[in-house]
């Protein structure tokens, strides 16, 4: 059995799946994919819990394939968190150098970081991440580490990710019903992210778009920090409504279809062709064209996207992803999804594949495992932060009191 304090676990409490993954953290301090447990999520929706009970129970399964796969016990968590309430923005904190010698020091430092997370949040909100970007000193730009230099005024840039308490804490609440400590919380784009983009990658700039059963979760990153993140309350789950409706179907069966003959565009050689469900319990046999099945999908996930990119543009980001579009998630799966997306952003897109992770290669070559195993990787990165004793609000985001508290 290894070593306790060297296994990491990501946990996503996804809409359609809950997923485990457990790693091993090497002497170089790379991640190694030990494990992982999945159970079908009954009490979430929309990446949100609806029932504790149900999700507790899928989360106890989920924990303890991994544990058995792994030969570990499992006794805390990274916990990913999502929703629509889930809102990330860019804030500025401004700080005066008051020291006689003008010299940035680690404590001026920390003044100006505490500055920009001093958002006007709504009362009911707290903080998942306070993510640095990059330091001015005196309108001096890109600047990385200010301390030792000199100066009259500090300035910092962070993006901030935030969501309602109470919704969040509810799936604290469900881990640590289970006797499992929630060692820190991460967005699940934030982790994501983490799991595929390369250092180069993040410093020529990309987006990666998770799409999940729920939700869709996406996230910018250029000159190697994070520059803007969002969610749309629209997912996998919503393709398969669609079909029902529009081919006048069940929902199971509509996932089944969109499962086995579902495109992002409409195939040469679909249309006229017609796709016969058999008779079920309760069901008659039934023909649908496969030419509107496929229409149907391409519609809803090219709205996915371009609500996306129209966000981007609000925001000015396309033009800084100059490595492209990464997509991973359940939706990543759906045939031609890449060059729907390469074709909407007009850049170039691919599923996403992990990087600089090794371990279990069923694990790290499935896109809908990249929120979980990019948890695991925000855990490793925490656990040696706190080890060489540098400060846990750094690069990758910061826990707020709330989740200290529990």
């Known amino acids: 059995m290894f070593d306790q304090p060297s296994i990491i676990v990501g946990l996503e409490t996804g809409t359609s799946k809950v997923c485990a993954v457990a790693g091993e953290v090497g002497d170089g301090g790379a991640l190694n994919i030990i494990g992982i447990g999945q159970a079908k999520s009954r009490g979430v929706r929309k990446g949100e819990i609806t029932d504790a009970e149900l999700a507790g129970e899928d989360i106890r399964n989920a924990i303890a394939e991994a544990e058995q796969m792994a030969d570990v016990e499992i006794r805390s968590v990274y916990l990913g968190v999502t929703g629509g309430h889930v809102r990330g923005f860019n804030n500025r904190g401004v700080h005066p150098v008051v020291s006689a010698d003008r010299e940035i020091s680690e404590e001026d430092v920390q003044d100006v970081i505490k500055n920009a997370k001093a958002v006007n949040l709504p009362a009911e909100n707290n903080v998942i991440h306070s993510i640095r970007q990059a330091f ?40 640590k019903g289970l006797q499992v400590e929630v060692e820190a919380v991460a967005f699940n784009g934030l982790a994501s992210a983490m799991a595929l983009l390369s250092s180069e990658q993040k410093e020529l700039g990309a987006l990666v778009v998770d799409i999940g059963a729920g939700t869709t979760e996406y996230v910018v990153y250029a000159g190697g920090v994070i520059k803007h993140s969002g969610v749309l309350a629209v997912g996998g789950d919503h393709i398969s409504n669609d079909l029902a409706i529009g081919l006048k179907v069940a929902l199971g069966r509509a996932e089944q279809m969109k499962l086995e003959n579902g495109s992002a565009s409409v195939e040469n050689g679909a249309k006229g062709q017609l796709l016969t469900l058999p008779s079920e319990v309760g069901f008659t046999e039934k023909t649908v064209s496969l030419e509107h099945l496929q229409r149907i999908m391409s519609l809803r996930v090219e709205e996915i996207f371009q609500l996306i990119a129209q966000a981007l543009v609000d925001e000015g980001m396309l033009d800084y992803l100059r490595a492209g ?14 060059k729907l997306a390469g074709r909407v952003f007009e850049m170039p897109a691919s599923v996403g594949r992990t990087s600089s992770i090794s371990g279990l290669k069923s694990a790290l070559d499935q896109p809908e495992f990249a929120t979980a195993i990019g948890l695991a990787r925000f855990g490793s990165l925490q656990q040696k932060r706190k080890q060489s004793g540098s400060i846990a609000k750094g690069l990758y985001g910061v826990v707020g009191q709330f989740f200290r508290r529990g």
């Open 325 to 338: 579009v990464f997509i991973c998630g359940g939706g990543a799966r759906i045939k031609g999804i890449d």
């Open 136 to 175: 001015q000193v005196d309108g001096q730009s890109g600047i990385l580490n200010p301390i030792g230099m000199l100066g009259a005024r500090i300035e910092v840039d962070v993006h901030v990710v935030h969501g309602i308490n109470n919704r969040l804490q509810n799936a604290i609440r469900a881990v």
